[in-house]
């Protein structure tokens, strides 16, 4: 848990204010985070985001799952995925395929 939350991450909700606010503690190198104004807090402070879909996109370079059918698994779940967010990461997993 981080010492301290910035008041500049009042407009987040709770769990994106203590994920920032330990990063930028502990200097992460990294922060996993799917809201889109949380994201952008994060790299206005120069983090990198990384959120569920970058990770289930590694996850499926390394052989572990099958991504198309993972997202679309997500997708049927109560997690918000913006329609076009999840078509473009899927035409970009596609391209660094060589599909």
């Known amino acids: ?27 992460a190198e990294l922060v996993l985070l799917d809201d889109k ?3 952008r807090v994060a790299l206005k402070e120069l983090l990198h985001v990384k959120g569920t879909l970058g990770i289930v996109a590694d996850a499926a370079r390394a052989n572990l799952l ?11 779940t109560s997690m918000h995925l913006d ?11 596609k391209r ?3 599909k």
Do not use: C, K, N, W
């Open 1 to 27: 848990m981080p010492g301290a939350i910035p008041a500049r991450y009042d407009s987040l909700d709770f769990g994106e204010r203590q994920a920032l606010a330990l990063a930028m503690e502990i200097h």
């Open 37 to 39: 104004v949380a994201r």
């Open 66 to 76: 099958d991504f198309v059918e993972t997202v679309e698994e997500l997708q049927r």
């Open 83 to 93: 329609q076009d967010v999840v078509d473009e990461v899927i035409r970009e997993y």
């Open 96 to 98: 660094s395929q060589g």
